[in-house]
């Protein structure tokens, strides 16, 4: 087995057999850092909420998954792949106003070439969810928003409208999943890739809050940056003057109190136990 790529949270391993080891670890990021300190049991959250979703997704997309054997080590971690041949264009949808789809909106009254109504504010529900596609950023850098009609020069017609048709379903059938436990997904971004007999499949991981922003519905309230389901008390904590953390300074954020690690590992298994509506054992 050979190590193939490092993420912020996550590794990707190739084994003897050209399978693909996706292993989720522990580490959390915030403010643009990975953390000194890591969430027990988050990676495995993740990975057995994202098997979930490609379930819940099987009869929409496709997916990556193989059933391979997974070492020890990884157990519970990791998720076995196909190869795929990886779409360059990051598929985001969403349903909701946050992120880089407010700043857009915001300078431009329109989010990657879909006009929107005037008078929108940070967290309002959009009319109807939106195809928000993005070129994949250098490490340490953020994704870039392109237009739909972009994607379709990049990726070609054809693919780029079934691109959107997959991240809106995706999108939808999630949604629509959470929201039954209380939970607003305000938006997803998917990665999908062709096998080799050129069928797109759903690859990476879905539906976790790495990947989508997750609100708690009882407290949604528009016009203000709406409480992450997951990590919102590693943020207020960190901003708060106990941290003694600059955010516009050059220091890396600082070590997380005990209190603060349990309350977010709550919050994950929380999402976890909503969101599927089994027990975390
Ligand atoms: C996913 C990533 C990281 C984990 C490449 N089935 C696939 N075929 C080809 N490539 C990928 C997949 Cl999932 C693929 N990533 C993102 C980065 C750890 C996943 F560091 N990159």
Known sequence: MRHIYSGKVRELYETDDGVLLLVATDRISAFDYVLESEIPDKGKILTALSLWWFGQ????????????????????????????AMVGIECVARGYLAGSGLAEYRETGEVCGHALPAGLADGSRLPDPIFTPA????RGEHDQNITVAEAAELAGADVAAELERITLEVYRRGAELAARRGIIVADTKIELGFDDRGTLRLADEVLTPDSSRFWPADQWQPGRAQ??????????????????????GSEPPPPLPQAVIERTRDTYVRAYESITGQRWV
């Open 57 to 84: 997704l099987a009869d929409l997309v496709p997916n990556h998954l193989v059933d391979a054997a997974i070492p020890a080590r990884f157990a519970g971690r990791a998720t076995a792949c196909r190869p795929l």
């Open 135 to 138: 070129t994949k950023a250098p």
């Open 227 to 248: 409480p992450a389901l997951d990590k919102q008390y590693v943020r207020d904590w960190l901003i708060s003057p106990e941290s003694g953390w600059d955010r516009r």
